[in-house]
């Protein structure tokens, strides 16, 4: 193997779960790193579950990997199953010099296993934590036996990237790997600005000027907290605290949400410049979400100037500043919850100086620095490996 001097060297296969079929901040996330890599000059070949009906046109080449509809009532999500003939004959013949997996899947164990016995280095980035998933679904008690299949995946990866530093430290303790760097996010504030609110789209939905939007942004999925989100707002209308709730997304937990808030008015999903326009026409962002590695979100609600009230917890922490650009509250702390909304609602001016110092914090996170690091990895363990 030749040792690579420029990102133009490098051949990079990436795995993912989802690459493209539904919308999320990972495959996003996914999507705009290969942009990134591609704009460079580098060479990236994606091997992820093709659909006929995707929710949007993949960046750069997609190559389908086996797959099946995901278990539990997850069928909008694919299963990879690992790789058959045709899939392992279009790597051998793409000829990468690393493997990026985004999945500890079936697939990204497949490739892990091919990459080490030709000796080519393999990166693996973490997205979301799975090992809280189980609780959600009555499943907690498998929760160590999904750490300790972590443990070996990425264990035999040759570094490990995490979107946070508080991850980091605690897959350093979990003995997860030795090597752990960052790969955090960016936003993109041609979408998400203060300038996209718009009002008169309010009205459509059924909120008022002079009503108080909370807004949930995201798939409409247990494991968003769309429970814990219930809890606080049952408790808020308990309270007779007035305000409205503004859901932005989809999902196969819709009716049962509805059905334990009803005051919700729903925009459906979005993307692009509506999704901008519905984060911006929010009051407030309020993420009770726990199974975020890097909140995506929560990000893109401090660019539109919205305050943001989420779980203490390692998907939002590392961006809200407590009292300061948002709050953040311990996860079963419900009552605290709603003291934060209720504050929110009754007093514009602590919404107005939160957001507006949320915007101001928004700025370190730009997309084409945070991918140049993942491409100084690539770089670094290509070189190591060639040496």
């Known amino acids: ?3 690579p001097e420029r990102i133009e060297d490098l051949r990079v296969a990436l795995f993912s779960g989802n690459y493209n079929y539904v919308r999320d901040g990972a495959n996003q996330a996914l999507n705009r790193l290969v942009d990134y890599l591609l704009r460079q000059g580098c060479a990236v070949r994606v091997y992820s579950p093709v659909v006929d009906d995707p929710a949007f046109p993949p960046t750069g080449d997609l190559v389908d990997v086996p797959n099946t509809k995901m278990p539990m009532g ?7 199953l690992g790789l058959n003939d045709e899939a392992r004959r279009d790597l051998e013949a793409f000829a990468p010099n690393l493997l990026h997996l985004s999945s500890p899947d079936p697939s990204g164990h497949a490739a892990l296993k091919w990459a080490r016995k030709r000796s080519i280095p393999v990166v693996a980035s973490v997205h979301t934590r799975f090992d809280t998933y189980p609780r959600y679904y009555k499943l907690g008690f498998i929760e ?4 300790a299949m972590l443990r070996r995946f990425y264990g035999r990866c040759d570094a490990v990237l995490s979107p946070t530093e508080v991850i980091r430290q605690d897959y350093l303790q979990q003995g997860f790997n030795d090597d752990i760097r960052i790969w955090e996010r960016g936003v993109d504030r041609t979408i998400f600005n203060p300038g ?3 009002m008169a789209w309010r009205r459509e939905l059924g909120i ?16 968003k907290g769309l429970g814990r989100f219930a809890e606080v707002i049952e408790l808020l209308a308990k309270r007779g605290v007035p305000h409205k709730v503004l859901a932005v997304g989809e999902g196969p937990a819709h009716d049962e949400f509805a059905a ?3 005051e919700a008015r729903f925009a459906g999903f979005q993307t692009g410049a509506d999704l901008g326009r519905a984060v911006a026409s929010m009051d407030l962002l309020f993420n009770a979400s726990i199974t975020e590695a890097f909140s995506n979100v929560t990000l893109e609600a401090m660019a539109c100037a919205r305050p943001v009230l989420a779980v203490d917890t390692t998907g939002s922490n590392h961006l809200v500043i407590d009292g300061v650009t948002g709050r953040m509250v311990k996860p079963d702390d419900t009552a605290g919850f709603a003291d934060a909304l209720e504050a929110y609602i009754r007093d514009p001016a602590l919404r107005a100086a939160h957001g ?4 101001e914090r928004s700025h370190l996170w730009d997309w084409d620095p945070v991918n140049q690091a993942v491409a100084d990895t690539y ?3 290509v070189s190591a490996r060639a040496a």
């Open 196 to 198: 996209r609110r718009d």
């Open 1 to 3: 193997m030749d040792k």
């Open 74 to 80: 997850r069928g909008e999500y694919r299963m990879p």
């Open 379 to 381: 770089l670094q363990l």
């Open 260 to 262: 334990r808030v009803p």
């Open 356 to 359: 507006e110092a949320g915007e």
């Open 208 to 223: 008022a000027d002079d009503e108080i939007a909370i807004g949930f942004l995201g798939r409409l999925v247990l494991e």
């Open 144 to 147: 160590p036996a999904i750490r």
